[in-house]
């Protein structure tokens, strides 16, 4: 397998036996320059025990087209910035021979690349997935790199997913962008000043009401926001919790429903029957792909996924991935449109 990528790359591996790690030769340094940060990255080289697309298993972290925490380059890598418990850290990913290369700079180097396995879905077992519909197991066949990643880190998508509540995609994804360039670190490593690292807890909770609305940020979701990250560790220890659990944790703090839950468990946990009750989208879509009605609720959906019980999610990713969505009714409304009405 070639290590070049197309810029939305479908990546395939296969296994070749166990993974490196290599020290850097000279300590970090926090601000260098491209050629100072290639010799100062600590670096591992891991092989996954079957195929995985890089492309499908990192996607979901990406929030929007300029997420600042997040990018890929005409290479075929995956660049990724977190705030890990050991400090900030910068990510690169790419595969190469069948294997998974990774750089990590900044404090948290050794963190993310002691995480990358998990990361990148060594936890996720999928071997109690039996496909009972056509749809999904004609896009399971299509799709055999899909692993649900586990980052291991609960606050960078509980934030977003916050962000993400009643409001379009576009504002929601503004929203993080604005707010990661203002108040976020600049990525360690050999890395433009486009990419930040998320701000802390302390730093979320010191932002002013002003510039929560400047961001399109409505008091409810911020209030949520400042409410979470008063207990950031607290929420943080769901990484480590059962999907019943954890979701439980997460929905002590008001304002953090079923749906947040979800979408933040998904990520942090690779949940595999995390399903978003109450996705504006998700019901019909679902419902539509394994029994034809583009009308379905909540409650049809969760009936129709009640056979894949421990895997609704992966089910729920497969029939997303499969294109099969229910026609719209009527053409959408420009707004002008709305205006006249």
Not at 189 to 197: K, S
Not at 275 to 292: I, Q
Request: hydrophobic share 40%; aromatic share 6%; proline share 10%.
């Amino acid at each position: 397998m070639s290590g070049r990528f197309a810029p939305r790359p479908v990546t395939r591996t296969t296994v070749r036996g166990g993974d490196t790690a290599t020290p850097p030769t000279v300590p970090h340094q926090s601000a260098p320059t491209p050629a100072d940060g290639e010799t100062a990255a600590r670096t591992r080289t891991w092989t996954p025990s079957g195929p995985l697309d890089l492309a499908l298993v990192l996607g979901p972290l990406r929030r929007g087209p300029a997420d600042p925490s997040f990018r890929t380059t005409p290479d075929g890598a995956f660049w990724r910035t977190c705030r890990t418990p050991a400090g900030p850290g910068t990510l690169r990913i790419a595969a190469r021979d069948g294997a998974v290369e990774a750089k990590a700079w900044g404090e948290g180097a050794d963190w993310l690349l002691t995480q990358l396995p998990p990361l990148l879905g060594s936890l996720d077992d999928p071997s109690t997935f039996v496909p009972r519909h056509r749809i999904v197991a004609e896009t399971w066949r299509r799709r055999p790199g899909l692993r649900l990643g586990r980052t291991g880190l609960v606050l960078e998508s509980l934030i977003p997913s916050i962000l993400e509540q009643k409001v379009t995609t576009d504002e929601a994804y503004r929203a993080w962008r604005l707010l990661l360039r203002k108040y976020g670190d600049p990525a360690p490593g050999p890395v433009d000043g486009r990419m930040h690292v998320m701000p802390s807890a302390r730093t979320w909770s010191l932002i002013p009401s002003w510039e929560w609305h400047r961001a399109g940020v409505d008091s409810k979701r911020s209030t949520t926001i400042l409410r979470a990250v008063r207990v950031a560790r607290r929420l943080e220890e769901a990484s480590r919790m059962s999907l019943d659990d954890a979701s439980a944790r997460l929905q002590l703090i008001p304002g953090i429903g079923p749906w947040t839950a979800a979408e933040t468990l998904q990520r942090s946990n690779g949940a595999a029957d995390a399903v978003s009750v109450g996705d504006y989208h998700l019901p019909s879509t679902v419902g539509y792909a394994l029994a034809g009605n583009r009308d379905a609720d909540d409650a049809a959906m969760l009936e129709l996924l009640a056979p894949y019980a421990g895997q609704r999610h992966r089910v729920a990713r497969l029939i997303l991935l499969s294109g099969q969505t229910p026609p719209r009714r009527a053409p959408r409304m420009t707004p002008r449109n709305i205006a006249a009405l």
